[in-house]
């Protein structure tokens, strides 16, 4: 079985969890932005092991059918229609061969996932099928998707009666987006004004940001005596303050250092939000303890 790419859309790529265990050598985890919607996408098509999935980017693309496939698509809402004719967000459905899948531009939020039963069967490189766009590895073949590619699909043991009730909630991508975080590392590298600049005002995201980081814009953030540190680790949703006073939240392609002083985290919980976050959508910091953070969920 395989899908064949028409159109790869703006950004499309073959993402799982990401490959972890090698932060320490350089190799940066890469993997899903959205985990929430990869996960459920993987769920609606009854895989189990962390199967990889498109991930697709504000503009989805076109796709033909090679075998029937048990898809499902989450996410942001792409119009998603099989030969004209509309198919569900959220739920799976059954495309026959030689179909044609179209997904068009994101109505809100910025990021769809394409799941099929058996995932996409591209080899592993480091323990992942992720795509890490810096490095030339993963994926197909280390690089977004391009037109003639076929992708293929592994083999399932679920059929589409299995499934086929099998349902996920849709969620909201507004424009005006709120975070929780707590302090960062290098939290006391910034004046009381840059404190309270940073949880106070709104920043809006940038047309730069990408996979690597979310770019806000805003009021500079005022600090001590800069911003540039010696380099230490990062994660996912640290929140570096650049030497113009500008935060850059890291996201999944984040590298694994950096020497800019971190104000704050996002909370596992919220860094859904950063995936779906569009160029033009504000945003805002709420600060909560520690303890509050381990008892969100995710």
Not at 19 to 27: C, E, F, N, S, V
Not at 222 to 231: A, F, K, L, R, Y
Not at 280 to 290: A, C, D, E, L, R
């Amino acid at each position: 079985m395989a899908i064949y790419v028409i159109n790869p859309g703006a950004l499309t790529t073959v993402q799982d969890l990401g490959r972890t265990g090698y932060q320490a050598l350089g190799m940066p985890c890469s993997g899903v932005m959205d985990r929430t919607a990869w996960e459920n996408a993987n769920d609606l098509v009854g895989n189990q092991n962390g199967e990889a999935a498109l991930e697709l980017t504000l503009f989805g693309g076109i796709y033909q059918m090679k075998a029937d496939a048990i898809l499902a698509i989450t996410g942001a809402d792409m119009a998603p229609a099989l030969d004209g004719a509309r198919c569900p967000m959220n739920r799976p459905f059954l495309a026959k061969k030689g179909q044609t899948l179209m997904l068009g531009c994101a109505s809100s939020g910025c990021r769809a996932y394409l799941a099929a039963a058996g995932g996409i069967d591209v080899p592993e490189v480091l323990g992942s099928r992720s795509t890490n766009l810096k490095c030339s590895i993963g994926g197909y073949k280390g690089r977004a998707l391009s037109a003639g590619d076929l992708l293929p699909i592994g083999h399932s043991p679920v059929s589409f009666a299995d499934i086929s009730d099998r349902a996920a909630a849709a969620l909201p991508y507004p424009d005006d987006i709120t975070v929780r975080v707590i302090g960062g590392p290098q939290e006391d590298a910034f004046t009381e004004q840059g404190l309270e600049t940073f949880y106070s005002r709104c920043f809006t995201v940038s047309q730069e940001s990408d996979r690597m980081g979310c770019r806000l814009t805003g009021t500079p953030i005022e600090s001590q005596s800069g911003t540039d540190i010696v380099s230490d680790a990062i994660v996912f949703g640290s929140i570096q303050i650049t030497p113009a006073g500008q935060p850059i939240i890291l996201l999944a392609d984040r590298q694994t250092t950096g020497g800019y002083a971190k104000i704050a985290t996002v909370c596992t919980a919220d860094l859904w939000k950063l995936a779906q976050a569009r160029p033009g959508n504000t945003i805002h910091f709420q600060k909560i303890s520690v303890e509050e953070a381990q008892r969100l969920p995710g």
